[in-house]
């Protein structure tokens, strides 16, 4: 009976591209996550900070 999985040379090399593919998506989404939360005022200071501005 044939070796199946990741024991064989392809498995190992498949792996390795998935292991990369993977790492690069969570690069991608945590830049996405961090250029979302600038939102379209990223120059203007934040909502909390104008808050206590106008509390004074």
């Known amino acids: 009976m044939p070796r199946?999985?990741?024991s064989t040379t392809i498995g190992?090399?498949?792996k390795f591209?998935?292991?990369r593919r993977v790492s690069e998506i969570?690069?991608?989404g945590?830049?996405?996550r961090r250029e979302q939360?600038?939102?379209p005022g990223a120059g203007s200071?934040?909502?909390a900070g104008q808050?206590?501005?106008e509390s004074r």
């Open 4 to 6: 199946r999985g990741r």
């Open 12 to 14: 190992k090399i498949g």
């Open 17 to 19: 591209h998935q292991d």
């Open 26 to 28: 969570r690069v991608f």
């Open 30 to 32: 945590e830049l996405l």
């Open 37 to 39: 939360n600038l939102g």
């Open 45 to 47: 200071p934040s909502p």
């Open 51 to 53: 808050e206590n501005a």
